[in-house]
């Protein structure tokens, strides 16, 4: 009897483990399962942050360095990025069905996305809607993903959507960890992000 209550239990707790797993994910690497749902938790109660660093591009006509500032409020984003590719600097703010595009001695411009914006002024095939989770660690919830965890049960590799994303080094902020250095390959574009400053927050509902 105590055998089968045992069998029933380590069930429950298996399938408990697993519940926050989604048919999207596909899992591997060294990692916990468990362990990665309860991670996953924790950083996506982040809807607030500020993020100060540097970019890296390389693109297949052109490569450059700069400057990444990002602020985030809950839906409301605030990217300002300057010296990628040689174009000064460039301010990306929006929230749903208000985006735009300001550009340095050229002017401010509109669009259904932010990839259509950046992609029609700037040139850069950037997945910014993406980017808004996987700066954190997370794969994008809207389509399926390719994870590989490292030994702590934190995301070493993502493959979404075409893209590759490498996480090189972590970061421990206000008892998060957080990605501090990570690399985007995809779409003839190489991206090297290095967050010198990390600032989360949870505001709430």
Known sequence: MLVRQLLVFSLIALLAGCAGLTSREALEGEGSPALWQSHKQQIGSLDAWQINGKVGI??????????????????????????????????????????????????????ASPEQLLQQQLGLNLPVSHLLWWIRGLPAPDSRSRLTLDRDSRLAQLSQDGWQVDYLRYTEQGGYWLPERLKLSGHDLQVTLVIKDWQPRQLGL
């Open 58 to 111: 390389r693109a297949p006509q052109d490569s450059g360095s700069g400057t990444l500032f990002w602020l985030q409020r809950q839906d409301y984003y605030d990217i300002r990025l300057s010296g990628p590719l040689g174009r000064g600097a460039a301010r990306l703010t929006g929230r749903p069905g208000a985006i735009q595009l300001e550009v340095a001695n050229q002017g401010r411009y509109q669009a």
